[in-house]
């Protein structure tokens, strides 16, 4: 499955996907893992397959023009959408297997996220509040993205990358704030770690850091459980 880690600050939700994909036969190639809605100042993202991607935004697109009538709108049906008919064989494949969806947006009270799982058949809705990390990794990389993101960042997907097979190519980058979506390329997913050492926080970026603050607090708790 893909990388997805979801960033939730007062001023921004942040996305953060990778880009690899692969065919049944093994065949490698890149694909965008996240959909966005302008209008609606909402962006999707999905673990799982590909075609997944679309079903979720077609079908949001068809019943929600903001971000608080598509988090209705996906708990009240979301197994509903699972157990539709779908006439595209790989669609149809695509939501009959296990699916993580990260449902991200302006919502009548700023910033908001929401993760939808379907993960072997039991399904699972929670509030996303400061960071969701997945998948997960060690514990040092965890601590590292908690004291400071900016830095943290690129290292956590890089160690994404070199302990799940499914993650790689490049990071991509879906910032949701009250003016706007700002979708980017940051960087090479095998070069994140040399990408880490010219990157200079955006505004953005820092809010998420004062953010994280109580993240890193809960990390060193661990770090000390763990030693």
Same mark, same amino acid.
């Given at each position: ?9 007062p001023?921004?939700v ?26 609606a100042r ?5 673990r ?15 019943n ?5 009538r598509?988090?209705q ?22 939501m009959?297997?296990d ?7 302006? /919502? ?8 939808? #799982?379907?993960? +072997?058949? $039991?399904?699972?809705? &929670?509030? *996303? ?57 940051? /960087? ?8 880490? #050492?010219?990157? +200079?926080? $955006?505004?953005?970026? &820092?809010? *998420? ?14 770090a000390?459980?763990?030693?």
């Amino acid at each position: 499955m893909s990388a997805v880690n979801v960033l939730v600050s007062p001023q921004r939700v942040v996305i953060l996907t990778d880009t690899k994909a692969m065919t049944e036969d093994g065949v490698q190639f890149h694909a965008k893992k996240t959909a966005t809605f302008p209008w609606a100042r909402m962006a999707i993202a999905v673990r799982g397959y590909i075609a997944a991607l679309r079903v979720f935004e077609r079908i949001i697109s068809q019943n929600a023009n903001n971000y608080d009538r598509a988090v209705q709108f996906l708990v009240e049906h979301f197994d509903e959408v699972l157990a539709a008919e779908y006439s595209d064989p790989a669609e149809a494949f695509a939501m009959s297997r296990d699916l993580d969806l990260y449902l991200c947006g302006w /919502g009548m009270n700023g910033p908001a996220a929401v993760w939808i #799982s379907n993960y +072997q058949g $039991s399904r699972k809705v &929670e509030r *996303i509040t400061g960071c969701l990390i997945s998948p997960m990794v060690g514990l040092e990389s965890q601590t590292a993205f908690a004291r400071d993101v900016m830095a943290g960042m690129p290292q956590l997907m890089a160690d994404q990358a070199a302990t799940h097979v499914a993650v790689g190519g490049w990071m991509q980058v879906t910032e949701i704030g009250e003016n706007g979506i700002h979708a980017y390329t940051h /960087g090479n997913v095998d070069e994140l770690s040399e990408v880490a #050492s010219r990157m +200079q926080p $955006s505004e953005e970026l &820092e809010q *998420i850091a004062a953010v994280e603050a109580a993240n890193a607090e809960r990390a060193e708790a661990l770090a000390a459980q763990a030693a």
